[in-house]
DNA sequence: CTGAAAGCGCTAACAT
DNA sequence: ATGTTAGCGCTTTCAG
């Protein structure tokens, strides 16, 4: 029944207990649905919060039980389209589980990051999904390790903090790119990634993102083993969102123009192919673009562009799973989960001009 | 100090204060930074604060203020680049406020819309954006109502319920669309959105969604006043999101097919490209192709795709700011926020093929 | 400035 | 099956 009146507070079990004539206990395990009781009485209590517009206090019974049934989850930007349909696989399972979620963005940024952290544990998420803004600083994955709550994370790894997480091979995606890129004829091809990273990459460098890292990896070994000289001059890192496209105009202009482009996810993608299309030059006859995920528009473009795929709502379901069940006490030793990289042939590669 | 030991539960602020030897309230009082204390205590309870590990309790917190410093909101679809954006918005000016948002997606589904407004509620969020399910169903806002809590909707408002809202001028953006085309010579306009319908659409009748209302409003006004009969026959609801392509493929196809399509969000505007691409209508040759929503995209195509953009960001933005001013007790009355639409011009309107 | 005690709304023993 | 009584961890009077 709907309540009226100005100013009453919300209703209470005991409230609930007083008009039902029961105790405060039995009112409890009628409403709560645990415990024994009659009938009659659950129709009384029932009858009773319908009246009181009873709405249940979900943090005090977080305070008695111990859990909130809440994640948190946090990401570098939720308007990043890989993070959008992760979370939306995560908020899948967790909705499934009666979970709900915490949303942080960090902007890849570790003080952010560690705001978020902090402020979701004291509000005693029973768990967090993070796509940690560095694999190389531990720092906020050992707070939530400290305070004991069960940690999954997802797109990157970082070194030495054991935990679960689910990743994909982003090193066979990037062999997979680099080889169709090579055996169409390309020798100077860029790799370009918006990881931030202090000063020109040298090779056998741990970068930032395991993701990117594992990338570069695979990018790096192909191109040696066909004999590339010098392949580490091509990955070009630590590339400003808005500036992409200028770096891409940089490494088509000048005297030695790279013939083909890698770009590390859809939004460098995006960037590329409009420098490129600024600059009249035609992909794929002047330039071939490929690159990670497969974003929805990769296929509306002239040429459509050709990329590896990773199941990113998978990746963000996987994880929850994991996380739930690890809640649930599964206490076997930390793993990490690789889901594969699908190559999806578009228009974008064609030898190179000459 | 990083804590070490198994087993231990999470320090309080009773471990704290018998550590620092001074009473319970004295050592909240330093924690929480509020009331009274010596400088010599407040630095002893924090060193033994770090040395125990503390971290506070947010929902013990919230027990005795009865705040929690959460906004709950609810979107259709997480993934779906308009939410993405409005939820972004949100998120950095609650952060910057301190308050954290606990997300849920309602497919646009009333029975889920429910789900999670009951949940948040229990969760005691301080208050609720809400992009409604149904312009046309008040009772899940309502149900916040009756919970007394501030509730600010974006994006629809829902007639019937006094509350702040910020929406955009879908209206005029609408008519913006149509008179391009028509100038540009275009009789047969199809106008397509996915919002779920029953049955055919017929003049004069109200939308569960008041944004795409207001847009067929816009739409048919314009039509009606060049002249153009029965206007309402080119207004396409309920498309499955799977099923646009489909259905634009029809509407080319045909006795009569229509020479232009107006797509009510970039999602839809994806598919019609598609749809036109594989049949091998050329844009904007045999077909014009307008819609609402700015996606980084459409400047890619080719041609590019005109629109009409919203400031997405802002509206998510506004909404929260607005939502913070009511938990701070502003009483005014209800408002909605008009935002404006801003046409972006592109090629892919010109004049029909015959 | 500091302390004692009550209370937020619920669950969890422990009786009865 | 139902009731009594303690808490959960914090804030908040109210004293001193």
Redesign the pocket.
Known sequence: MTETGIGR??A???DVARLAR?????A??A??D?????D??RDRVQKAADELGYR??AL??T???GRSHTLGIVIGDIENPFFAKATRGAADVAAEAGYDLILSNSDEELAAEAKAVAVQLAKRVDGLLIAPASSLAPGNLQSVLDARRPLVLFDRTVPGVEVDAVITDNRAGARQLTELLLKAGHRRIAFISTLAHEGGFRAGEVLSSSAVGDRVLGFLETLTEAGVPHPESFVHLNARRDGVEVLAARLLGGADPVTAIIASDSLIALAAFRAARERSVSIPDQLSLVGFDDADWMSLTTPGITVVEQPIHEIGAQATRMLLRRIAGDARPPETTLLAQRLVERGSVAAPAR
């Open positions: 507070r919300e209470t079990v005991s029961v105790s405060k206990a039995t409890a395990r409403l709560g645990y415990g024994a009781v009659s009659g009485v249940p206090n005090a019974r305070m008695s039980t």
